[in-house]
């Protein structure tokens, strides 16, 4: 069953209708408190509409705050007065379809629902990690207009903020942003940016803010606005847009409102995780606010790693036929993939024509039906890359298509954009595939956003800076490489797409579009496989240099990517990032560092009683100077010891920890 929900739902008094708040603080403040006490979400009833806070351990951290949607051309809940607050608690225990963080999770939180005598209600949520809001509508029409949002966020001190740093074309951008560490009221100086943003607290706390299920409505953006406060904002519904190449589609006029949309429904959650730095690598709340999955049926998801074709610019040799986009190379793609257990390759940019109307057209050089019968004998599926456009220009004749090859997956790029329209393109893409039994893996668009729980069969999203960004730039470093676990994969998987195996120090790094190498050391990339999340992970080098490789290859052919328990062994925002990950009996472990080089003494009281073999790739003692030298070590541990590692600049360390054989 998709998303197995052992339900153990314990009502507050069986929602009892409350004249005031079960949490009331006086007749018209009605909040929430998390389980553990420290976090508290109040929402008050003014005289001039609704205001909420948000305060953890007695302290407020957003002070009261102004709220409101406008539909139809009315601000609600204006002065509507409160109809009943109904309250509950909540303990179940989730099962996910594909586990990432863990593979039995709980779902704990208290909640409250204060309706409002107009015909829009606030849900209030309060968990051990944080706190969320959203509003829902019962209007009775089939379709509303929703105008605007006033959605703001007024801290109560000036706070640094990893602040999404835009890429300057407004609400047309992959999501593939850098965060900007400045104090927010410097935050105004730049233009908009999507979130999540991550907030400095002070005493080893943090504050993230974004947005869970953005379906049939647009994102939510930030911008700096008076004194200590954030502004949300929104991409208008587009009313116009206009194709300038075979990707970017330009929005050239908009309408003056976000939505449209039904009457009764649920708005996305406005979500703000509250943890300390190996809490937001933990952090499970934004998983449990996401929609249950929408799958009866999921037995046939199947996540894996995947070889990758673009990003090493098909650059295979010691072969005897010509390397690039052709049947030979992708058979031996296929081959190097069967070899190493690996399910999947991708077909990136180029097997089809260019030109979103010429996506069903295979170039001469590639036999469509007969590479997938070829992937299939072998137990490797292919997946096939794609702009939106030219998959929205031959939506329903592409499908069939697919299904009719046995296309594995859909790779689907170049969205650009987290307005309603493609939004609702997003969730449409996902069941379409879901109902022809295809995974999906989404680039060049919106963050997950709880999509990942509601349609599994998404099993990754880039809508980061990733690898990728060595082809052309030096901003894949390890400095972003490290803020990366604390910022953007804190809201779902992301595809990183790690797996360099030529790796350079920062002074001889330079990028190659057609030769690429990564930043850091090789050991930094064999870490991500651990540190990253990601239910399909990419191998992004070429299989001739994973074959060179074979100390290194071994690791990438028992990396799991999915996780049944996950152990922080150290975190510090933007510097370092040890993690301790379970599949099954065995332990798997990534540490990383920036560019500063470190010593670090993880403990290992995760491991059960007895003793355990520990194979581990670390950076050889040249690391510093030659970013490949890595050095493949075994040796016995137990649970009272700890693994001494040195990183250095860039550096990383992987290692597999399983039950010693018995002598």
């Excluded at 999921?298 to 894996?304: A, F, K, N, V």
């Excluded at 292919?382 to 939106?388: A, E, G, I, K």
């Amino acid at each position: 069953m998709a998303s197995m929900r052992n339900r153990s739902l314990h009502l507050c008094a069986l929602w009892i209708v409350l004249a005031v708040a079960a949490h009331a603080v006086h007749a018209d403040e009605y909040s929430v408190v998390s389980p553990d006490g420290r976090n508290i979400l109040a929402v008050t009833r003014t005289d001039a509409g609704v205001e909420y806070a948000v305060r953890r351990d007695g302290k407020e951290i957003i002070r009261p705050t102004p709220i409101a949607i406008t539909i139809d051309g009315k601000a609600l809940p204006g002065k509507a007065a409160v109809a009943d607050v109904r309250t509950q608690t909540l303990d179940e225990a989730v099962t996910p379809v594909v586990p990432t963080i863990g593979s039995a999770l709980r779902d704990q939180c208290r909640e409250s629902r204060v309706e409002f005598a107009c015909g829009v209600a606030l849900r209030l949520r309060a968990y051990d990690d944080g706190v969320a809001f959203r509003w829902e509508s019962s209007l009775g029409q089939k379709k509303i207009v929703v105008d605007g949002e006033a959605l703001s966020f007024g801290f109560r001190e000036d706070f640094a903020v990893y602040f999404p740093k835009p890429n300057g074309k407004g609400f047309f951008s992959h999501q593939e942003n850098e965060f900007d560490r400045r104090p927010v009221t410097k935050c105004a100086e730049l233009p908009a940016g999507p979130v999540p943003a991550l907030l400095e607290l002070g005493g080893g706390d943090y504050l993230l803010i974004t947005d869970v299920n953005v379906e049939g409505y647009p994102g939510l953006w930030l911008r700096g606005g008076e004194k200590t406060t954030l502004v949300a904002e929104f991409a208008k519904y587009p009313a116009r847009t206009q194709r300038e190449n075979d990707r970017d589609v330009k929005i050239v006029e908009r309408k003056p409102h976000l939505a449209e949309t039904a009457g009764d429904r649920t708005y996305p959650w406005r979500a703000f995780v509250l943890a300390d730095a190996a809490g937001l690598l933990t952090s499970t709340m934004l998983y449990h606010l996401a929609e249950p999955s929408r799958l009866a049926d999921t037995s046939w998801i199947r996540p894996g790693k995947v070889a990758w074709d673009w990003w090493n610019a098909w650059n295979i040799h010691g072969v005897p036929f010509r390397s690039g986009v052709n049947q030979d190379t992708y058979k031996h793609y296929i081959d190097f993939a069967a070899e190493n257990g690996i399910p999947y390759i991708i077909l990136d940019e180029g097997w089809s024509v260019p030109g979103p109307e010429n996506l069903l057209k295979v170039v001469p050089e590639i036999d469509m039906p007969a590479l997938i019968r070829y992937g299939v004998e072998r137990r490797v599926g292919v997946v096939l890359w794609m702009t939106s456009t030219a998959l929205e220009a031959n939506f329903d004749r592409a499908f069939e298509q697919f299904t009719t090859w046995s296309v594995a997956g859909l790779k689907i790029d170049f969205m650009q954009r987290d307005d309603q329209v493609m939004m609702d393109f997003v969730y449409r893409a996902a069941a379409e595939a879901a109902r022809r039994k295809m995974i999906v893996d989404y680039h060049g668009g919106p963050k997950p956003a709880g999509l990942t729980r509601t349609w599994p069969n998404v099993l990754t999203i880039e809508s980061v800076l990733g690898l990728e960004q060595a082809k052309w730039c030096d901003l894949a470093n390890p400095e972003m490489a490290v803020l990366l676990p604390f910022t953007r994969m804190v809201v779902g998987p992301m595809d990183y797409t790690p797996g360099a195996m030529v790796n350079l120090q920062k002074r001889n790094f330079r990028s190659m579009h057609s030769r690429p190498a990564s930043m850091g050391t090789r050991a930094h990339q064999l870490a991500m496989y651990v540190v990253y999340l990601s239910p399909l992970q990419m191998l992004a080098d070429s299989p001739s240099h994973y074959r060179a490789n074979p100390d290194c290859l071994e690791f990438l052919r028992r990396v799991p990517v999915t996780w049944d328990e996950t152990r922080v062994l150290a975190a510090e925002v933007g510097e370092v990032v040890a993690v301790a990950r379970r599949h099954g009996d065995t332990w798997y472990v990534g540490a990383m560092t920036d560019w500063t080089a470190r010593d670090l003494s993880l403990p290992l009281d995760f491991l059960p009683a007895g003793a355990h073999a520990v194979t581990a790739w670390s950076d050889g003692v040249n690391a510093d100077r030659y970013g490949s030298d890595v050095s493949v070590t075994r040796r016995e541990v137990d649970a009272k010891g700890k693994l001494a590692i040195h990183l250095a600049p860039g550096g990383g360390f992987a290692a597999i920890v399983e039950k010693a054989p018995t002598p």
